[in-house]
């Protein structure tokens, strides 16, 4: 079998110390493969967040590995993990994070920026991403004069925007209306069918994580189950 995208080895986070502490992870060990679609599902306070910022390279465990394509990361500088962040990642958050001062297309292209390509590139291949979700008559727009679905499918963009191997999307249906949702469903799901994206959704919305190839259950900082199978359309 291939290198997994992603594998966990005894994960562990702990928040606090002393009295305040809190074990948030207890030890968790999977993989995620390239192009598989995952959910993690659970309670509020199950962990999810917490894995998926240490999946995404933006938190470091308390113990234990997270190995990128097989390589543990823990060994690595932290300049290293920031550009790897940059180049295999792509984020879609619930909040959108879109600086309202800038245009769509300023907002969408800050992953190029960071990662040193010039304006002129920055710009081709933003109105590529903007062309692929429909949104190129919005680019010169103001990232504030936009609708919610609108405001996703910017952020999307953003995301994909370095063509990322991962996309990570924490709630990213939880401000919409459901008509809109279904929107920024079918556009993610399409992304993983036709390009092969690795899509890993942290999720409260039952529906969102049927369509997922994969629901890992977390509770109390653990995985208590894990479903195999897309119940919907997008096997
Ligand atoms: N910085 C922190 N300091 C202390 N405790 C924290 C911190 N971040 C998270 N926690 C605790 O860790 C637990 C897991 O939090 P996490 O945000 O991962 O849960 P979640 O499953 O994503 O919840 P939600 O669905 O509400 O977003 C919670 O009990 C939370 O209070």
Redesign the pocket.
Known sequence: MSVPVLETENLVKV??KGA?R?D?LKGLTFEIHEGESVAIV??????????MHLLALLDEPTAGVVALEGEPVNRLKPKKVSQLRNDTFGFVFQQFFLNPNQTVLENITLPLKIAGVGRSERNRRGLEVLEQLDMADKARNKATNLSGGQKQRACIARALVNKPTVLFAD?PTGNLDTVTSEIVEDILFGLHRDHGITLVV?T?DEDLAAKCQRRLM?QD?EIVTEEHGAKGTHA
């Open positions: 928040y606090g305040t809190f948030a659970g309670k509020s306070g199950s962990g999810k967040s917490t894995l709630e942290v409260h977390m900082g």
